[in-house]
């Protein structure tokens, strides 16, 4: 049974890792959250009684707050996953960024250091630093066929790409220099249950039930690959236990889509789903055949929300993972297509509403203070 040390485990990734790990393994998991916005232990309900799951608020920008964790609780690994990820809030507002994923990953490299130092030499020789990071640090694809492979040169297009660039060449000195089992992993965009609702897909579902606009960047062209963030939590395990130390492995879904298809899969599983929803096409079709109106009233159903707006600064493209390697070295592959996968989640959305009205009021974190503060 090993400890492992989840940074950033009230997350949208955090959580599914946290989840796994404590549903499917005899590990025991200390997670550690700062509870920014985005944190929220309601995703953790399911886990939060086990005896091998504990949680501590902290910043990984408090060394002295660090040093006690890793004192107390002696882990045998740590899962770097605590950062600021919303690409549109590092446009308006980078400080957080630099603080968090740079400042912040360095502070936590050093006390892993200092502990891991005076490890006896058997639990040295054990210990892992696994860094979990994006493959929006390699940059655009756009223009070619290529995939991004574990040697693609990087080139960071937004303020949160280079802060998660600077993070993992801290990772990766620290290894270099200081002999730090370390190992990076870059992975693709993920999805699926209890994703706040700033994110693409969650704030469609959301949105779309709501009638309220579904807000598209450009002419929604741009190229992703999706990955259901369960599958991503298994090849997270998978490296922090059975990984190379000093290597990265990327991870992908194998499902690249434009940002508007993946809008009309879901507008579509919505009218499948949930057809008495006012902003239904088979409402109004109802309706209009009850009453006798205008069957054209609304034709288009969820996809009539669909707004155009200006594209962000400097975005990217296509982004595609080459997630060979993980497949080779550790028998790892995704399980779900984006088909069953984004299912799922959309009848996650729809039948855990009290989750999403306690995220889109507020609740959760007012719960949050309360607890913590």
Not at 20 to 41: F, S
Not at 139 to 156: I, K, R, S, V
Not at 346 to 359: G, H, P
Request: a negative charge; proline letters at 4%.
């Amino acid at each position: 049974m090993r400890k492992i040390l989840v940074t950033g485990g009230a997350g949208f990734i955090g959580s599914a890792v946290v989840r796994h790990i404590i549903e499917n393994t005899r590990d025991e998991v200390i997670n550690l959250d700062k509870l920014t916005y985005a944190g929220n232990l309601e995703s953790l309900t399911s886990v939060a009684e086990s005896a091998r799951y504990h949680f501590i608020k902290l910043d990984i920008c408090d060394r002295a707050g660090l040093d006690a964790v890793f004192s107390e609780h002696r882990p045998d690994a740590v899962m770097h996953l605590a950062a600021e990820s919303h690409v549109d809030r590092s446009i308006s507002g980078p400080a957080e960024f630099i603080n968090t994923n740079i400042v912040g990953t360095y502070t936590l490299l050093e006390a892993a250091r200092h502990y891991w130092n005076g490890l006896e030499s058997s639990a040295k020789a054990a210990f892992r630093f696994h860094h979990i990071s994006t493959d929006e640090v390699y940059g655009d694809l756009h223009g070619t066929d290529d995939l991004f492979t574990e040697t693609t040169p990087y080139a960071p297009s937004s303020p949160y790409s280079a802060s998660k660039a600077s993070s993992d060449h801290l990772v990766r000195a620290w290894q270099r220099t200081y002999g730090l089992p370390t190992l990076i992993t870059n992975c693709s965009n993920n999805y699926g249950p209890y994703h706040f609702p700033e994110k693409l897909i969650p704030l469609v579902i959301l949105n779309a039930q709501e009638g309220k606009p579904l807000p598209i960047y450009g002419k929604g062209d741009q190229i992703r690959d999706w990955l259901y963030v369960e599958d991503h939590a298994r090849a997270l395990y998978e490296v922090v236990t059975r990984g190379e130390v000093g290597e990265t492995y990327n991870i992908g879904g194998h499902n690249e889509k434009q940002n508007i298809e993946v809008v009309h899969t879901i507008c579509e599983l919505l009218e499948e789903l949930v057809p008495e929803n006012p902003n239904s096409q088979a409402y109004h079709a109802s309706s209009h055949s009850r009453e006798g109106g205008n069957p054209q009233t609304n034709a288009q159903g969820f996809k009539g929300l669909i707004t155009y707006v200006q594209d962000r600064p400097g975005h990217d493209v296509r982004y595609a993972i080459d997630a060979a390697k993980i497949e080779r070295e550790l028998g790892w592959s995704p399980e779900e297509t984006f088909e069953s996968g984004i299912r799922k989640t959309v009848q996650w959305y729809l039948a855990n509403q009290e989750w999403v009205n306690n995220v889109k009021s507020g609740e959760y974190q007012n719960w949050l203070t309360a607890h913590y503060n």
